[in-house]
């Protein structure tokens, strides 16, 4: 029997309160991930207690930047075992949810994890973000893009920006203190079409692990030719010095 005193008590200090199904549906990603992880890499975190605040609170400080009450469209780009995106979803299942991942098995496992728990208006895809904002029917659709992956802010924002809305906004999650990152990602999101719109750092509750925040809302269209083909933004990250 899992003991859930202390999630439960870090999720009150951001005024969420989770129904008994909610806590079933965080139970049981707990126990789909650990199980899968043992024949793929989904995590390294497998502990529960540091899952449930490493990955599943973590997930969750988005409401520390963003009112996600409303009827919301949400990408979660290179989504890994769920994170942020499903976590999102529990909480907020008003939320019209999209997941991507680059690779298929993982998002093999996101399929099964969300017919298991049973959720709704909530995709998983395989792609590339660089293919994915090509299509019309994804560009400029969503009202908010999260991402926890680990690349730079000036490469994640040419990944997650041209998806976003114009009015909407895209939240990097960082574990670090990442101000002269966002200086440098500056030029690059002014270009994408973005603006930086604020910064929200914190300590995950109880606890001393540092978390940051950087919302960029979206304030005009993002040129058709970003992003660019698949690996360019990770090879030449946009500067004023690169010629596009």
């Given at each position: 029997?899992?003991?859930?005193?202390?999630?439960?008590?870090?999720?009150?200090e951001?005024?969420?309160?989770?129904?008994?199904?909610?806590?079933?549906?965080?139970?049981?990603?707990?126990?789909?991930?650990?199980?899968?992880?043992?024949?793929?890499?989904?995590?390294?975190?497998?502990?529960?207690?540091?899952?449930?605040?490493?990955?599943?609170?973590?997930?969750?400080?988005?409401?520390?930047?963003?009112?996600?009450?409303?009827?919301?469209?949400?990408?979660?780009?290179?989504?890994?075992?769920?994170?942020?995106?499903?976590?999102?979803?529990?909480?907020?299942?008003?939320?019209?949810?999209?997941?991507?991942?680059?690779?298929?098995?993982?998002?093999?496992?996101?399929?099964?994890?969300?017919?298991?728990?049973?959720?709704?208006?909530?995709?998983a895809?395989?792609?590339?973000?660089?293919?994915?904002?090509?299509?019309?029917?994804?560009?400029?659709?969503?009202?908010?893009?999260?991402?926890?992956?680990?690349?730079?802010?000036?490469?994640?924002?040419?990944?997650?920006?041209?998806?976003?809305?114009?009015?909407?906004?895209?939240?990097?999650?960082?574990?670090?203190?990442?101000?002269?990152?966002?200086?440098?990602?500056e030029?690059a999101?002014?270009?994408?079409?973005?603006?930086?719109?604020?910064?929200?750092?914190?300590?995950?509750?109880?606890?001393?692990?540092?978390?940051?925040?950087?919302?960029?809302?979206?304030?005009?269209?993002?040129?058709?030719?970003?992003?660019?083909?698949a690996?360019?933004?990770?090879?030449?990250?946009?500067?004023?010095?690169?010629?596009?």
């Open positions: 029997m899992y003991h859930t005193e202390q999630f439960q008590k870090d999720l009150l951001w005024d969420i309160v989770l129904s008994d199904r909610q806590l079933e549906q965080f139970l049981q990603y707990y126990e789909i991930l650990t199980e899968w992880n043992k024949f793929m890499n989904l995590t390294a975190v497998t502990e529960y207690e540091e899952v449930m605040k490493k990955h599943f609170v973590d997930s969750l400080s988005a409401v520390r930047a963003l009112d996600l009450t409303g009827d919301l469209t949400l990408l979660d780009i290179g989504t890994g075992a769920g994170f942020p995106g499903i976590p999102l979803k529990i909480v907020f299942p008003n939320l019209k949810v999209t997941l991507l991942d680059s690779l298929n098995k993982r998002v093999r496992f996101l399929q099964t994890l969300i017919e298991k728990l049973e959720l709704t208006r909530i995709e895809f395989h792609g590339r973000a660089e293919d994915f904002a090509k299509e019309k029917n994804r560009r400029e659709q969503f009202d908010v893009c999260v991402s926890r992956a680990v690349s730079n802010m000036t490469v994640l924002s040419e990944y997650c920006l041209p998806f976003v809305k114009i009015g909407g906004k895209f939240i990097s999650y960082k574990s670090e203190k990442a101000e002269e990152e966002i200086e440098e990602a030029w999101i002014e270009q994408l079409g973005g603006k930086v719109e604020k910064q929200v750092k914190m300590y995950l509750p109880n606890s001393d692990i540092f978390r940051n925040l950087f919302v960029i809302e979206k304030i005009k269209a993002t040129p058709k030719y970003f992003p660019r083909k690996g360019m933004a990770l090879k030449e990250p946009l500067c004023k010095k690169l010629s596009l």
